[in-house]
């Protein structure tokens, strides 16, 4: 972004996307800042599924106020802040409200301003993003300086990924995309995804996404859900933990390397996703 990329003391912005919903963001997103915060980082998750959030519930907190609050006047950043395990911030976002569902160009605007407060209260931000290919989450992502896309190795997933993926690379400026594979078997199959979906990209959209890495399926995963207790905590040596420590070991690494963007000239049109992935 922007907001993060002016400030002197920089703070790195990563929206978390995906086309298809329930494929992980959320639970990722908060077991990701929960292993960057045991390695020192300062992690803000902003929940940007407006109208329908639920990292609240992941985490069994309750909070007062939320993004639609700020954004109302009804309170003041520091009131809507609420602090999770080990630390970690987390703006919360309301559900059951439509009012924010679609964000107009003065709501943009304040979140935009929000977003450079945000970024005194941690080094790294994580976004949460809505599903689907929504103005929300076109506008979220182009805050981030990164965007982590998930999907899981089901063809739907992996076509709805591909679909946001040529959205989001029309944007305006280059985009630095990481393919993130969720609920594999194996690391192969995780692999196996992402050369698909990069292959698509490098052809259709003349970008190339990089890997991100994966996390297994563990139905120690579903049963941390059930407990409203982020896997880090409820089974830190599951296998899907150890995922995710590697995932926050190579955002740290990718961070401070600076990695240049790797992206080419975007010519495609949405609208023929389908036959390019297919
Ligand atoms: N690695 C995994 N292994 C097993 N189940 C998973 C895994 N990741 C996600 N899930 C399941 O998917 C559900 C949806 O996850 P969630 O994080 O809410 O998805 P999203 O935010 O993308 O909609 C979880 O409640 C859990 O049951
Ligand atoms: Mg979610």
Redesign the pocket.
Known sequence: MAAGRQRAQRTSIYAVT?GK????????VLNLALALTDAGRKVLIVDADLGLGNLDVLLGIRHTYTMEDILGQRCSLEEALVEGPKGVKLLAAASGVEELTRLDTGQKMRVFSLFHKLCDQADTILIDTA?GISSNVIFFSSLADRILLMATPEPTSITDAYATMKVLSLMPGEQDFRLMI??VESERQGREVYRTLRRAAEHFLKIRPAWFGF?????N??RA?FSQTPILEFQPDSR?SADIRSLAATLMASDTAGEGRDSGPKRSHPAAARQEIG
């Open positions: 995906s919903g329930g494929v992980g963001k959320t639970n990722i599903s969720n609920q996390v297994s399926r563990d139905r995963l579903q859900v899907a």
